[in-house]
């Protein structure tokens, strides 16, 4: 729900995701680099970095170690076959705005530590609030239902 309501919030789950994607942790400061590059370098930003961050290690997807410094993933949770990944998928799409790839859902760095399964396709077609449609390069995309 988070990062459909707020873009700033789904703005920092995107760059923790990508940033731990390969390496399962990262630093504060990278994260609060990079926000202060699209939202300006001003306290409230990263104030407000910091809250959704404690936000996030509440909720249990992400740890704070070395004192906040260090920001380390959870461990993947398995969403396969549930109604839940239809409705993250769903947040996904009203924080990017746009529709996205079928093939490239589950690799988004927004939805960790889910990971959405081999069913993902079957899984989002039956969903109301989503709309798959093929683009002009046969690619499978997912929408918003109108």
């Given at each position: 729900m988070?990062i459909?309501?707020?873009?700033?919030?789904?703005?920092?789950?995107e760059?923790?995701g990508?940033?731990t994607?390969?390496?399962?942790?990262?630093?504060?400061?990278?994260?609060?680099?990079?926000?202060?590059?699209?939202?300006?370098?001003?306290e409230g930003?990263?104030?407000?970095?910091?809250?959704?961050?404690?936000?996030q290690?509440?909720?249990?997807?992400?740890?704070?170690?070395?004192q906040?410094?260090?920001?380390?993933?959870?461990?993947?949770?398995?969403?396969h076959?549930?109604a839940?990944?239809?409705?993250l998928?769903?947040?996904?799409?009203?924080?990017?705005?746009?529709?996205?790839?079928?093939?490239?859902?589950?690799?988004?760095?927004?939805?960790?530590?889910f990971a959405?399964?081999s069913?993902t396709?079957?899984?989002?077609?039956?969903s109301r609030e989503?709309?798959?449609r093929?683009?002009?390069?046969?690619?499978?995309?997912?929408?918003?239902?109108?």
């Amino acid at each position: 729900m988070a990062i459909a309501t707020y873009p700033f919030f789904g703005k920092v789950a995107e760059i923790v995701g990508r940033l731990t994607a390969l390496h399962g942790d990262c630093t504060s400061a990278e994260v609060h680099r990079r926000m202060a590059e699209i939202y300006g370098e001003r306290e409230g930003t990263r104030r407000m970095t910091n809250m959704v961050l404690q936000s996030q290690a509440d909720w249990g997807t992400i740890e704070r170690m070395n004192q906040g410094k260090r920001i380390v993933r959870s461990n993947e949770i398995d969403l396969h076959g549930s109604a839940v990944a239809a409705w993250l998928v769903e947040a996904c799409l009203r924080n990017a705005g746009h529709a996205m790839n079928v093939a490239n859902i589950d690799s988004a760095p927004i939805i960790y530590p889910f990971a959405l399964g081999s069913s993902t396709s079957y899984v989002l077609s039956m969903s109301r609030e989503l709309e798959m449609r093929v683009d002009s390069t046969g690619n499978r995309v997912i929408g918003l239902a109108n």
